[in-house]
T-cell receptor, first 110, second 114 residues
Framework: GQSLEQPSEVTAVEGAIVQINCTYQ??????LSWYQQHDGGAPTFLSY????GLEETGRFSSFLSRSDSYGYLLLQELQMKDSASYFC???????????FGKGTTLSVSS | DSGVTQTPKHLITATGQRVTLRCSPR?????VYWYQQSLDQGLQFLIH???????AKGNILERFSAQQFPDLHSELNLSSLELGDSALYFC?????????????FGSGTQLSVL
């Protein structure tokens, strides 16, 4: 099966940089995805890494190391609106469903 | 707005009852996924349909069933409801069934079983 580990909570102040780590175990690996979910809202896609390295999209970057079964989401120039839950996710072994971690709640304060 | 429509937004019912949740995927998307989100459980995958066919099953209880219709909308049926079934139920859609493909989530149905 698949398992994903990520911290349950992270706190930071506006303007800071925060890194949310994710380690995974899966039989077949297709890539690591990240989703953001504001309280009570729908999850929204942030990034997908199929290959090792860093992918940058504006203030957000995502990194993957397949040899370490590890990835992270890097959020820069934090804003209050970044307060949300962040989920890492990997496809199941058959590649037919996306399995999510339990999520990391990020709280940004002023 | 993701383009995925879920109805109803809220549902309050009693134990032992049966409910149906409905999902319309984005135009052109052939895959529909159902997820359950309880307070401390994250997003639990329930079931995936692609173009009318079941593609994958997750931790879906036998009391739950789903189907995808020819017009590609999907319904999740929950029966013999228990208090523990209270949760936020999301559907998501994608164009294909490829692993890792970006999912577009609906706004969810909040189910409260009293």
């Amino acid at each position: 099966g698949q398992s994903l580990e990520q911290p349950s909570e992270v706190t930071a102040v506006e303007g800071a940089i925060v890194q949310i780590n994710c380690t995974y175990q899966t039989s077949g690996f297709y890539g690591l995805s990240w989703y953001q979910q504001h309280d009570g809202g729908a999850p929204t896609f942030l990034s997908y890494n199929a290959l090792d390295g860093l992918e940058e999209t504006g203030r957000f970057s995502s990194f993957l190391s397949r040899s370490d079964s590890y990835g992270y989401l890097l959020l820069q120039e934090l804003q209050m609106k970044d307060s949300a839950s962040y989920f890492c996710a990997v496809p199941n072994q058959a590649g037919t469903a996306l399995i999510f971690g339990k999520g990391t709640t990020l709280s940004v304060s002023s | 707005d993701s383009g995925v429509t879920q109805t109803p937004k809220h549902l309050i019912t009693a134990t032992g009852q049966r409910v149906t949740l409905r999902c319309s995927p984005r135009s052109g998307d052939l895959s529909v996924y159902w997820y359950q989100q309880s307070l401390d459980q994250g997003l639990q995958f329930l079931i995936h349909y692609y173009n009318g066919e079941e593609r994958a099953k997750g931790n879906i209880l036998e009391r739950f069933s789903a189907q995808q219709f020819p017009d590609l909308h999907s319904e999740l049926n929950l029966s013999s409801l228990e208090l523990g079934d209270s949760a936020l139920y999301f559907c998501a859609s994608s164009v294909t069934s490829r692993a890792g493909e970006k999912l577009f989530f609906g706004s969810g149905t909040q189910l409260s079983v009293l």
